[in-house]
């Protein structure tokens, strides 16, 4: 019987007495773990917490921008660093996707490095590492972290001096969407699926180059919001388009196309450690598809994955 505004309650209590006056740094992605930290940390130390966001170049279409204003709208001290540029061209020609995340967990560190290095006298850096990120660092056979290289733990380069502080160490993810929700959070985000620390890098299968960002950007979008507006969102765990490497044959008018094919993926699940494909309705996926083959310039096949995990995995890299 956990109670959120206990929790908040005590815990800013024990984060004053803490980190006292000392400056915090914490890097923000756009999704629940790291907000709630952040807000929890505001609420304690105000000023003192200095956030920063990173765009990776790889976020899904406007989220930089409007999660950023999102952020300073909510109080919070925070930088945008856009750094979509140097992501990008350090991945170019690059396809193996255990590479494409190292790549990504480097030039994330050294941004994230660079920028906290001009925060004067920073004493502290907070995470937003939740119990099951914990649990699945140390477990030998937790099989996304053997398998899958996550960076959501450990990402901290020897160089860097800092005491760790992570506020939502011991709690679940409705545990954390729950303290959120106290804290005055907007429900939106805290309902917002997860969404991988490499971001759409891995839902391009090969090598990736800013037009196909793009594509899969503008993809995501029209699939994403016609969950919101289908009411189907919520009732999923997680959802995203995949662009694959491949072209087909197609028809448009009288001409022959020859253009790249995405997948949709949406999975039902508890802690994406297994996961079912969700029967979307068909109306919907037919609706999807024509919106995407119409609005999306070199796309001219949609495919649904009705892959459940195990075997496959959720994301296709
Ligand atoms: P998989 O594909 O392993 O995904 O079934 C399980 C969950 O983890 C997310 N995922 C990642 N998250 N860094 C992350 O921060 C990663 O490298 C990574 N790979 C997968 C995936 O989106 C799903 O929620």
Same mark, same amino acid.
């Given at each position: ?17 803490k980190v006292?006056?000392d400056k915090v740094v914490l890097g923000l992605s756009?999704?629940?773990?790291s907000?709630?930290a952040a807000?929890?940390l ?6 003192n917490l200095y956030c920063i966001f990173v765009?990776n ?20 001290n925070v930088k945008?660093v856009?750094s979509?540029?140097r ?15 190292k790549i990504i967990g480097r030039v994330f560190i050294e941004v994230f490095d660079d920028e906290s290095h001009l925060i004067e006298d920073v004493k502290w850096l907070a995470q937003g590492t939740?119990?099951?990120d914990?649990?699945?660092s ?12 996550h960076h959501n733990v450990g990402g901290l380069p020897d160089y860097m001096k800092l005491k760790i502080v992570e506020p939502?160490r ?27 620390g490499? *971001? %759409?890098?891995?839902?391009? $299968? ?8 793009? @594509? +899969?950007?503008? /993809?995501?979008? #029209?699939?994403?919001? *016609? %969950?919101?507006?289908?009411? $189907? ?8 388009? @995949? +662009?694959?490497? /491949?072209?087909? #044959?197609?028809?448009? *008018? ?64």
């Amino acid at each position: 019987n956990f109670t959120p505004n206990a929790f908040v309650e005590e815990m800013v209590a024990e984060l004053k007495e803490k980190v006292g006056d000392d400056k915090v740094v914490l890097g923000l992605s756009g999704g629940v773990d790291s907000t709630v930290a952040a807000v929890l940390l505001h609420q304690a130390i105000g000023k003192n917490l200095y956030c920063i966001f990173v765009n990776n170049g790889l976020l899904r279409k406007n989220e930089f921008q409007n999660v950023l204003d999102q952020y300073k709208g909510m109080g919070l001290n925070v930088k945008g660093v856009d750094s979509g540029d140097r992501f990008l061209s350090e991945l170019a020609g690059v396809s193996d996707p255990e590479t494409k995340r190292k790549i990504i967990g480097r030039v994330f560190i050294e941004v994230f490095d660079d920028e906290s290095h001009l925060i004067e006298d920073v004493k502290w850096l907070a995470q937003g590492t939740i119990y099951p990120d914990v649990i699945e660092s140390v477990s030998v056979k937790g099989p996304s972290a053997t398998i899958k290289s996550h960076h959501n733990v450990g990402g901290l380069p020897d160089y860097m001096k800092l005491k760790i502080v992570e506020p939502l160490r011991m709690l679940f993810k409705d545990e954390v969407r729950r303290v959120g929700a106290t804290l005055g959070i907007d429900p939106e985000l805290l309902g917002r699926h997860p969404f991988p620390g490499p *971001g %759409l890098s891995i839902r391009i $299968l090969g090598d990736i180059t800013p037009e196909k960002v793009q @594509i +899969l950007q503008d /993809v995501d979008k #029209v699939f994403i919001d *016609g %969950l919101k507006s289908w009411g $189907l969102y919520n009732k999923v765990w997680q959802a995203g388009a @995949i +662009l694959l490497p /491949v072209n087909s #044959v197609g028809v448009m *008018g009288d001409e022959r196309t020859y253009e790249k094919v995405v997948a949709l993926r949406a999975v039902e699940s508890t802690d994406g450690m297994t996961a079912d494909w969700v029967h979307l309705p068909y109306d919907f996926l037919m609706k999807v598809s024509n919106d995407i083959i119409n609005k999306v310039k070199g796309v001219n096949r949609v495919v649904y994955d009705i892959s459940s995990k195990p075997p496959a995995t959720i994301e296709w890299e």
